[in-house]
């Protein structure tokens, strides 16, 4: 059985991954951003924006709720509450790291949330999660000091508003061609995630079941849920 508990200490935490592709095949293009060489987590790695769930994700106004189907294979124990989280954490993350927002028109008392939220209501818009499709999810080895139980989202480019921006956090944040992405410098699971992304985007793979991409006896493990 696949667990997030510690073997050495430290628990994986909720994060979520927004994957956004633009364009069709063959010409798509992904939006991609490098870790600093000194990051303390996957330095130097090409990686999609994405982070760990923070309080004020739960508390958010959507303008569309997430597809109730693929609850059941995020590891939140049949929680739609929870799930909602994640992908919300997949959106504000996003825009903080790039500048891009996933909305739709409408406003709420954005008083009580993070900085990032209340720009979404400045700019009138809702977090629309019914535009997101889920792609899995990755548990970092417990030999790893920093650990996330991470869910990967794909996202089409049209429903993305704003300008490439972000906070700094990443690097070199910019679409990058497909045919590109074979020379970048990127973990393993990322390159999992995003040809699995691609597969879905042509129609090639089911949606469900969806994979749950891990580290076993030191060996590469992926299931399907």
């Given at each position: 059985?696949?667990?997030?508990?510690?073997?050495?200490?430290?628990?994986?935490?909720?994060?979520?991954?927004?994957?956004?592709?633009?364009g069709y095949a063959p010409k798509r293009a992904i939006l991609f951003g490098q870790?600093?060489?000194?990051?303390?987590?996957?330095p130097g790695r090409y990686v999609f924006p994405g982070g760990a769930v923070a309080p004020g994700d739960?508390?958010?106004?959507?303008?569309?709720?997430?597809?109730?189907?693929?609850?059941?294979?995020?590891?939140?124990?049949?929680?739609s509450c929870r799930a909602a989280r994640l992908a919300l954490a997949a959106v504000r993350e996003t825009y903080e790291e790039t500048g891009l927002m996933l909305g739709l028109p409408g406003?709420?008392?954005?008083?009580?949330?993070?900085?990032?939220?209340?720009?979404?209501?400045?700019e009138g818009l809702l977090p629309s999660l019914k535009s997101l499709r889920y792609v899995g999810r990755a548990i970092t080895p417990t030999f790893s000091k920093i650990r996330y139980h991470a869910r990967f989202f794909l996202a089409s480019a049209e429903h993305v508003r704003g300008e490439i921006a972000g906070?700094?956090?990443?690097?070199?944040v910019r679409w990058i061609d497909?045919?590109?992405?074979?020379?970048?410098?990127?973990?393993?699971?990322?390159r999992f995630m995003l040809?699995?992304?691609l597969a879905l985007t042509d129609g090639a793979v089911p949606e469900l079941p969806a994979p749950v991409f891990s580290w076993r006896r030191n060996k590469r493990s992926v299931v399907w849920r």
């Amino acid at each position: 059985m696949l667990t997030d508990s510690p073997a050495h200490g430290v628990r994986a935490r909720d994060a979520a991954t927004l994957i956004i592709v633009r364009g069709y095949a063959p010409k798509r293009a992904i939006l991609f951003g490098q870790r600093s060489a000194v990051a303390r987590f996957m330095p130097g790695r090409y990686v999609f924006p994405g982070g760990a769930v923070a309080p004020g994700d739960g508390t958010m106004a959507i303008a569309t709720p997430l597809d109730r189907a693929c609850v059941r294979s995020m590891g939140v124990g049949g929680s739609s509450c929870r799930a909602a989280r994640l992908a919300l954490a997949a959106v504000r993350e996003t825009y903080e790291e790039t500048g891009l927002m996933l909305g739709l028109p409408g406003r709420t008392t954005a008083g009580s949330h993070s900085s990032s939220w209340r720009r979404f209501s400045d700019e009138g818009l809702l977090p629309s999660l019914k535009s997101l499709r889920y792609v899995g999810r990755a548990i970092t080895p417990t030999f790893s000091k920093i650990r996330y139980h991470a869910r990967f989202f794909l996202a089409s480019a049209e429903h993305v508003r704003g300008e490439i921006a972000g906070d700094g956090e990443l690097d070199n944040v910019r679409w990058i061609d497909e045919c590109e992405t074979q020379g970048l410098q990127m973990a393993d699971v990322t390159r999992f995630m995003l040809d699995r992304a691609l597969a879905l985007t042509d129609g090639a793979v089911p949606e469900l079941p969806a994979p749950v991409f891990s580290w076993r006896r030191n060996k590469r493990s992926v299931v399907w849920r």
